[in-house]
């Protein structure tokens, strides 16, 4: 079965800290690509990242990081120095070469909660 | 270089009534992407059209659902009759050419209110 699982539903943190937000995927394709996307309370999607399953390499972008872990099937996102902007509901998503052309498969979401 | 668009954006219809939910791609973009988001939920793939074709629909309901994107003009996502269960956010996502693994551009979403 393809599946994306977010485990944290919810996350609350205080401006500043760090946050990892955690995805695990399952799928038996050697060739897939993840995803993740962030929704603002205003709804929209942004796009945030796309891996390939054959570039392990853990990738920066300014105050975000992502952790790719092909042995424990993790794509892991981490938010460095957050703040108040960065809250919102946070997807990971994967598309794999034997399904669907075009089927992203989502994990439910983690909804993170920046404080000041 | 506008994203994707789409309308309305909030939707308000009475049980047993249809809704009409459109989608524009972005410019260039000739593979379109509907999801359905339910309260709480992650997103769920619905159907995938190329202009006049539907390439995938498995995740569509059986019944009341249909899409289209035809030649010209946006693409349609219909609702017959609908039901409260209906009610969600609708996604439309665009890319420019084939493949599974392009970045989908997603639009702003039409949410669905079924009184």
């Known amino acids: 079965a393809q599946k994306v699982t977010q485990a944290q539903t919810e996350i609350s943190v205080v401006e500043k800290e760090d946050v990892t937000l955690d995805c695990v995927y399952e799928t038996r394709d050697t060739t897939y690509y993840l995803f993740w996307y962030k929704q603002p309370p205003s709804g929209e999607l942004v796009f945030l990242i796309r891996r390939n399953s054959f570039d392990e390499q853990n990738e920066i972008s300014g105050r975000y990081s992502w952790n790719f872990q092909k042995s424990t099937s993790s794509f892991n996102f981490t938010i460095t120095a957050s703040q108040v902007v960065d809250s919102a509901v946070y997807f990971c998503?994967?598309?794999?070469?034997?399904?669907?052309?075009?089927?992203?498969?989502f994990g439910k979401g983690t909804k993170l909660s920046v404080k000041p | 270089n506008a994203g994707v668009m789409q309308n309305p954006r909030h939707l308000v219809r009475r049980r047993g009534q249809e809704a009409r939910l459109r989608c524009s791609p972005m410019?260039?973009?000739?593979?379109v992407y509907w999801y359905r988001q339910l309260p709480e939920e992650g997103l769920k793939f619905m159907v995938y059209l190329q202009k006049e074709n539907i390439i995938d629909e498995s995740g569509m309901p059986k019944e009341r659902f249909s899409a289209e994107f035809p030649k010209e003009g946006p693409s349609i996502l219909r609702i017959q009759q609908v039901v409260r269960g209906d009610s969600a956010a609708y996604f439309c996502?665009?890319?420019?050419?084939?493949?599974?693994?392009?970045?989908?551009?997603f639009g702003p979403g039409t949410r669905l209110t079924v009184l």
């Open positions: 996502a665009s890319s420019p050419d084939r493949g599974s693994y392009n970045e989908q551009f």
């Open positions: 998503a994967l598309i794999f070469y034997g399904g669907s052309q075009g089927n992203l498969i």
């Open positions: 410019k260039g973009h000739s593979h």
